[in-house]
């Protein structure tokens, strides 16, 4: 007899999953940062994008990957701790995007074209919520531009990364959705082959 998952161990592997793909490329990016482009002002991150698709897979779950893609860029930069805590926290503003998502509804951002703004929102609320907490914890205004200009590659690689995804079949849909879509095309195979 075949045993089948439940809701919770398929959202927990899911998660988990997404959450290692996350610590593997922010690995290999700084790593490839500090030993091969050392003294450019610009970063690269996956973080926005992968918390985006999380957001659309599972809503406010993905607050875990928006704390995780922090913690894990903040160690693997050798950080101090206020960078920590600007990070970390800077990115949990992104969940405001989660209730645009709700409301507007994950189908509709995902099938849409204006749904391809939703990944740069994402982002754009990661790099506002980190100049917020750095101003809270004692920035200089001028200093937090900063989180605006050299983060602007990971714009592009969001956008790109979101437009590939989408086009995935269930990559970027609700999972309870993408679920009963799956089932219900599973029996109306069966009706068509017993007919």
């Known amino acids: ?33 500090r030993f091969w482009f050392p003294g450019q002002p610009f970063t690269v991150s996956l973080v926005a994008a992968i918390t985006t698709i999380v957001y659309m897979r599972w809503g406010f779950w993905g607050a875990i990957h928006a704390c995780l893609g922090g913690a894990v860029f903040c160690f693997l930069s050798g950080a101090s701790a206020q960078h920590y805590l600007i990070y970390i926290a800077g990115n949990l503003f992104s969940l405001i995007s989660v209730f645009v998502l709700k409301k507007a509804g994950t189908e509709t951002i995902r099938t849409s074209t204006m749904g391809m703004l939703y990944p ?27 989180f605006f200009t050299t983060d ?44």
């Open 1 to 33: 007899m075949k045993r089948q998952r439940t809701w919770k161990q398929y959202r927990t592997i899911d998660l988990t999953i997404f959450a290692l793909m996350l610590v593997v490329f922010e690995f290999i990016i700084v790593m490839a940062a």
């Open 120 to 146: 740069i929102f994402v982002l754009l609320l990661m790099q506002t919520g980190r100049a917020a907490v750095a101003l809270f914890t004692g920035a200089e205004p001028a200093s937090v531009v900063g």
């Open 152 to 195: 602007s590659l990971s714009m592009l690689f969001t956008f790109v990364i979101i437009w590939i995804a989408r086009r995935l079949d269930g990559v970027c849909e609700d999972q309870i959705h993408y679920l009963l879509r799956i089932h219900s095309e599973g029996r109306e195979k069966e009706v068509t082959y017993e007919s």
